[in-house]
């Protein structure tokens, strides 16, 4: 079943061409299989990852034997075989009483949910791989008690397994197979020999939380960013160790975005079939409490994800999952979110498999089948992505001139540069030294959201410099807008909004339109061209010196515009929001 | 069942709770000021103190009448400390920049560790804690040698303790002594005034066996990680604190806040450190002298020598003893009946008088407190390169002087407790009524005063920076906390808490655990608290000294503090074996300094270059642009022979080498306490500096005034050909020609 759905799946593509979530500079499988750098194309982690290295070399003895190369898609059929057929096992393991196929269905919808929601991530694949074994070889060392030293020889093997798959993860799968086997047979063996088990499907991932290395690092200044500030005080990052980055990588605000909804829809499952199971009771004991148990383990995860995606940031940044993030740096480097929801299906499978009762499994059918409605995926993204993949992540990836600048692709500073498009990097010049320059205020008019026409926005002339013109809302709303008309056509590249003194009051948002036709006083800008649109103004781009872009500071608002543009007038709206500062300039210039 | 012992709701615990309630968040709301929830801008909790010590006030107030009423006893409630603690959590406090628990993401650990604590109350496994003070030392040590990764440490003052270490090496028990390598001959005296000696005679099997510079970073791990929790437990276990008592107190002391590293890792002020770490046990051991029913033990006694010799070597610290001081002279028959007392007021005397002697006799400590300090600048003491000092006889310190001022006790009390453990700045007034009544009061009396001290004193003398006896306060108070912790969470455990009786005690145990991750945290710099160590340029520097100084000294223009490597120069004497020059080379500077003297900086080029004649200066370093401007501008007369940001160092083209102004002669070796020379004439006057104190093997030795600030020695009658060797005189003989 796991085969035919992965070809299905894999084969869907009316082009075979690898669509990764993660980017990485080689795609074969040898060389993925030692420590390499990868940025993830949709929240921007930037971490180490090698693919499992013993399964690389089986592969790669297999493929010499027929004279081929194993591809990274044949790497991940095989990791979804893994996947599959012992998450098959492992279900039968829970409860063979029901006919299995039942346990194949469930695997297969299993399968079917991650590849829907991550797509081709290798890092979420290749940390749930050896999640169902390591749980049932934990449960059976358990049962079978201190005396079968066979039981703990598999499970040391799993878990060095696990360790070398999943990487930096493995400690959180690890835990997961250790509860899910607690689950299983809660009450067959020792304390003792529990430590045995939990000591030994521990300690390799420990392990590898000490060797995974950093990836190597741009030259930031040290207040630079490069994804969206989430407004939390301080440098967030693990206390211990020091091999963590100077900035913030993860876009936790597209996080928050991406797995909101769903997050919000499997709780609401979730808390249905808690409540609905506490109000029934099921005749066959035994089989209820481990029922319940993996009910409750689902829910828990839930609730650990919902922490982190449905609470404002500066409460998220205390929930459990960022914390253990946290503490340590090599598991720093990659948010838990994606894995950790990952693990509520598995145990929901797990629960399903033990109860047969289908409403958890029907809803959160319907939660995923939601999220692919109201993702409005472009045709075939679904085959590439998953839905919570960020729907543009390959296009700077994909763009033609990407083979020129794949060492700066491929580092944090990826996501920024998706977002300005690849040519951000050609026109590096105009972005490192821009001349803004004072207008000539001669014949030009301004007029405001206010309904001034010009009034107050003299103080805009470099006369009365100092002096501030400003959209009196007391706050930004999102519906604030400056509009210039100019005298004649002019040619331009880029807009200053120059805040001065007032450093508070850059735009929470900023889109910009422009008109080749257009008259000094209008009120419906239906006609105008949307030239620039950023619904949160991170900061100017700026470079370092060794050419990664990042953003500066909020305050100085330089919109430089993908391309010069002919234009008589310039529509700036400030679409954010704000309830403490006001948007405010006190210059305005212009790049020509 | 129950614990009969402890009634899980004896009569009046909730009047006693409210009571010690208000109490608990009066100090909070003082400590804190303006308050918000969560995190600033999100809502205002109240806006200032005294809007929240009112109704506390108030509350505290109807609970005492109510006990009074119904003739119940007003017990300790440590759980109101702990929900004081809760309020704290929830409010921004850790969100304040310079807060020792970082927040917002620091309530993450915090947390976590509270689930630690959920299970170290529910299955009663407090002795668990007994390990975390082993734990937090190793876990400290190995942090703070993975982040020096073989380096020497030399943040800002620890440049020069080393370099303090390595004379002392070079010198003991000659102490102080004459300095020919640093400004052609200094008086150095600052081993007894830093707690330097005190370093180094605890140092003294490391310093022996190895180099200094193998040695430093471990003894400095030493003062940071080992003393303070050994001393603070020791004195927990004095106290009979019952497990896990001490080991709370020893691990509050590893995690005393961000001021304990400020001055210990960035500072560098060892000798204080040294002393802050031995206070406590001190401090107990001296209240124990006062107890006429305490009987003191031999060991103990010896401890007792040694811990307070140590500390008092850092001399400020005994001030800290002045309200006990007055306490013993009214006990003074009976204390001295005591067993051991006698001796050990002997020992003591025996061990400090003489070096108490000599430091009051020859390091000038009476014109050091009577220094006029000026309060502020005047607009034409501001010159065109910043604000230099006129008037070498008018110092300026960090702080300004004036008459103790009772509005500055809050805000002292503010900006140290901002940097501090919470946990000891909450539990330590519970704690004060749990050390039993006797000691209790010694240690209220002692902490009062040094909050006088650290707060509205500070003016008073603004060389002494009293403002440091606020983290002898903070070190002392890990006891009393640690004894309201040891009882809250016992408590806990022999009344089987549950639900959310037990939410306070488990947050205390999160705030424990955490604090060790943030001490981790902050000795992996990753805090506003930066220190750094050796990088390379010293040792570069070093080397471009030993390549270009030549047969003279190499002089440093304008005023260098921190410019080198975050530290001062002090150590590059040692590292090149070069006679050197500087403003200063060692912190005693708050204003730019130039190194060249009023007389000789106005009269240009002519000037500047007799002064370098004067001190046979043959190269010379530069930062500052308008110096390097100045050279660079005579290429005939100064060559640029090395550079390494932010230096520039420039040859004398036209100069020679020659340490005599008159006569003639060679010298032979300077080392960091003498000069050898041969005169070819029997009359030489030397470009050294003159003191009174030096001493001459073989000739007459006097004073040869050159101009207003300089003074060079003048040998008469020397011996021809014969090695002469010139250095201070012995303490002793200092002291005994001086009376």
């Known amino acids: 079943m796991a085969v035919i759905l992965s070809c299905l799946f894999f084969g869907a593509v009316s082009e075979m061409r690898f669509a990764p979530a993660a980017a990485a500079a080689h795609t074969e499988v040898v060389a993925l299989s030692k420590w390499h750098p990868e940025i993830n194309l949709s929240h921007n982690a930037y971490y180490s990852w090698r693919l499992d290295p013993l399964l690389a070399y089986v592969e790669s003895a297999v493929a010499s034997l027929w004279g081929g190369e194993f591809s990274l898609q044949s790497h991940l059929i095989l990791l979804l075989l893994f996947l599959c057929s012992g998450l098959y096992v492992w279900l039968n393991y829970l409860d063979c009483s029901t006919a299995r196929i039942l346990g194949a269905c469930l695997s297969a919808l299993f399968l079917l949910f991650v590849l829907f929601l991550w797509g081709q991530d290798a890092v979420i694949i290749g940390s749930l791989v050896w999640l169902p074994w390591l749980a049932l070889v934990a449960s ?325 410099e100092g002096k501030r013109w400003i959209a009196h809302h007391g706050g930004q709303r999102g519906d604030e807008w400056l509009h210039v008309y100019f005298p004649k056509l002019l040619k331009i590249r880029g807009v200053e909004l120059f805040t001065g003194e007032f450093k508070a009051d850059f735009p929470r948002g900023v889109e910009v339109l422009i008109s080749r036709s257009c008259v000094a006083e209008v009120d419906d800008f239906g006609s105008y061209d949307q030239i620039l649109d950023m619904p949160i103004w991170q900061g100017s781009v700026q470079f370092s010196a060794k050419g990664y872009p990042y953003y500066g500071a909020q305050a100085e608002v330089k919109l430089i515009f993908p391309a010069p543009v002919e234009t008589r007038c310039l529509l700036i709206k400030q679409t954010g929001h704000s309830p403490y500062y006001e948007w405010s300039l006190t210059g305005f210039r212009l790049l020509y | 069942m129950q614990d009969p012992k402890c009634p899980k709701n004896p009569p009046g615990q909730m009047a006693a709770f409210l009571f010690w309630f208000g109490i608990g968040v009066s100090i909070f709301a003082i400590l804190s000021g303006t308050t918000y929830f969560w995190d600033e801008a999100v809502w205002m909790v109240w806006p200032a103190a005294r809007f929240v010590i009112a109704p506390a006030m108030l509350v505290s107030l109807l609970a005492v009448i109510h006990l009074r009423r119904n003739q119940l006893p007003l017990t300790i409630n440590v759980d109101a400390f702990a929900w004081t603690l809760l309020t704290l959590f929830l409010s921004d406090w850790l969100c304040r920049p310079y807060n020792f628990f970082q927040g917002p993401s620091i309530r993450g650990e915090i947390l976590l560790g509270a689930a630690f604590g959920v299970w170290l109350l529910r299955y009663r496994k407090l002795e668990v804690l007994n390990w975390l003070p082993f734990i937090g030392c190793v876990f400290l040590i190995i942090s703070f040698f993975l982040e020096s990764d073989g380096r020497l440490l030399y943040s800002d003052d620890h440049s020069v303790f080393f370099y303090r270490l390595q004379l002392l090496k070079e010198n003991f028990p000659n102490v102080p ?95 204080f450190v040294m002393s802050a770490a031995l206070m406590p046990l001190c ?72 070096w108490v002697t000599v430091f009051f006799g020859t390091c000038g400590v009476g014109d050091f407190m009577n220094l006029k300090v000026k309060s502020t600048f005047t607009r034409s003491e501001q010159t065109a390169s910043g604000l230099e000092h006129k008037d070498p006889s008018i110092k300026r310190f960090r702080h300004i002087q004036s008459s103790p001022d009772l509005k500055r006790l809050i805000p002292a009390v503010r900006e140290q407790a901002s940097s501090g453990n919470p946990l000891i700045l909450l539990f330590a007034i519970p704690g004060l009524f749990l050390l039993g009544r006797s000691i209790g009061r010694k240690f209220a009396l002692t902490f009062l005063w040094l909050l006088l001290l650290g707060s509205v004193l500070v003016p008073i003398k603004p060389q002494l920076e009293l403002d440091r006896m606020m983290t002898f306060l903070l070190m002392c108070a890990c006891l009393p906390a640690a004894a309201a912790m040891e009882k809250m969470l016992s408590d806990a455990c022999l009344q089987k808490k549950s639900g959310l009786s037990l939410a306070a005690p488990v947050l205390t145990v999160g705030f424990l655990l955490a604090g060790l991750l943030t001490a981790g945290a902050v000795v992996r710099n990753h805090s506003l608290e930066e220190y750094y160590f050796e990088e390379g340029p010293v040792l570069d520097m070093a080397q471009a000294i030993k390549h270009n100084s030549g047969e003279g000294r190499i002089l440093y223009s304008g005023c260098v503090l921190h410019q080198l490597n975050h530290g001062h120069l002090a150590p590059l004497a040692y590292f090149s074996g070069a006679p ?134 003048e040998l008469k009658n020397c011996p021809i050909g014969v090695p002469i060797v010139i250095k201070a005189r012995s303490p002793w003989e200092r002291i005994f020609k001086a009376t």
């Open chain 1, 140 to 464: 059976k060392a358990q049962a079978a008690g201190s005396n079968c030293s066979k039981s703990m020889f598999f499970l040391l093997l799993v878990s060095c397994l696990n360790a070398l798959s999943a990487n930096q993860l493995s400690i959180i799968t690890a835990i997961a197979a250790l509860v899910a086997a607690a689950g299983s047979a809660p009450n067959s063996a020792c304390v003792g020999v529990r430590r045995w088990v939990w000591a030994l499907a521990l300690i390799p991932p420990f392990l590898v939380l000490q060797v995974t290395p950093l990836p190597p690092f741009p030259d930031y200044p040290p207040l630079a960013h490069v994804v969206s500030l989430t407004g939390v005080r301080g440098w967030v990052r693990p206390l211990v160790g020091d091999q963590t980055f100077p900035i913030d990588v993860i876009d936790q605000i597209f996080i928050k975005s991406a797995y909101r909804t769903l997050c919000l829809l499997l709780f609401l499952a979730f808390l249905v079939v808690v409540i609905r199971s506490a109000l029934e009771s099921r005749g066959d004991c035994a089989s209820n409490s481990r029922a319940t148990f993996f009910l409750r383990a689902g829910a828990v995860t839930v609730v650990l994800v919902a922490l982190d995606v449905l609470v404002p940031q500066t409460i998220s940044v205390a929930a459990p999952l960022a914390t253990i993030n946290r503490l340590s740096p090599a598991l720093f480097q990659l948010p838990l979110v994606p894995v950790v929801l990952a693990l509520s299906l598995f145990f929901a499978v797990s629960y399903v498999q033990l109860s047969r009762n289908m409403v958890l499994l029907v809803m959160i059918f319907l939660s995923v089948g939601f999220l692919s409605y109201d993702a409005k995926a472009p045709e075939g993204y679904v085959w590439r992505m998953g839905f919570l993949q960020k729907k543009n992540a390959l296009s700077a990836w994909q763009d033609r001139r990407a083979a020129r600048y794949k060492h700066i692709l491929l580092s944090p500073s990826y996501s920024l540069i998706n977002s300005y498009g690849v040519s951000l990097l050609d026109d590096q010049a105009i972005f490192t030294a821009p001349v803004f320059r004072d207008i000539d205020f001669d014949g030009v008019i301004f007029s405001d959201s206010n309904g001034a026409r010009g009034g107050d926005l003299f103080r805009l002339q470099p006369e009365n």
């Open chain 2, 177 to 271: 002594f004459y300095n020919p390598l640093w400004n052609a001959g200094i008086h150095d005296k600052s081993y007894y005034n830093t707690g330097a000696m005190g370093v180094f005679l605890l140092g003294l099997p490391l310093l022996s066996i190895f180099r200094t510079e193998q040695v430093y970073n471990v003894l400095v791990a030493g003062l940071m990680f080992l003393l303070p929790p050994l001393s603070n437990y020791y004195a927990a276990k004095l106290l009979k604190l019952r497990a896990p008592g001490p080991a709370i107190a020893a691990v509050l002391s590893l995690c005393l806040g961000l001021v304990w590293y400020r001055w210990g890792l960035k500072y560098g002020t060892l000798g």
């Open chain 2, 283 to 354: 401090l107990v051991q001296v209240s124990r002298i006062l107890d006429a029913e305490v009987v003191f033990g031999k060991t103990e006694a010896v401890i007792f020598i040694a811990a307070a010799t140590l500390m008092v070597m850092w001399p400020l610290s005994g001030i800290a003893f002045v309200p006990l001081a007055f306490w013993g002279l009214f006990l003074l028959p009976k204390v001295l009946k005591k067993k051991y007392v006698v001796t050990i007021f002997l020992m003591l005397a025996l061990i400090n008088l003489p």
């Open chain 2, 580 to 713: 050197l020059m500087a403003s200063s080379h060692i912190h005693d500077l708050w204003w730019y300094t130039s190194v060249f003297p009023e007389e000789y900086k106005r009269g240009g080029d002519e000037a500047i270059r007799r002064y370098l004649d004067l001190y046979n200066v043959s190269a010379i370093f530069s930062h500052e642009h308008t110096w390097r401007d100045y050279f660079s501008a005579r290429p005939d007369e100064y060559q640029l022979v090395w550079e390494s940001q932010p230096f520039s160092l420039y040859k004398r083209l036209k100069h020679f080498d020659n340490y005599f102004l008159e006569g003639l002669g060679e010298v032979q070796a300077q080392n960091s306490s003498s000069v050898s020379l041969v005169a070819h004439t029997p009359n030489v006057v030397i470009k050294f500096n003159y003191f009174p104190f030096l001493k001459s093997s073989a000739c007459d030795l006097s004073k040869r005034q050159i101009s207003k600030n300089v003074r060079l020695i």
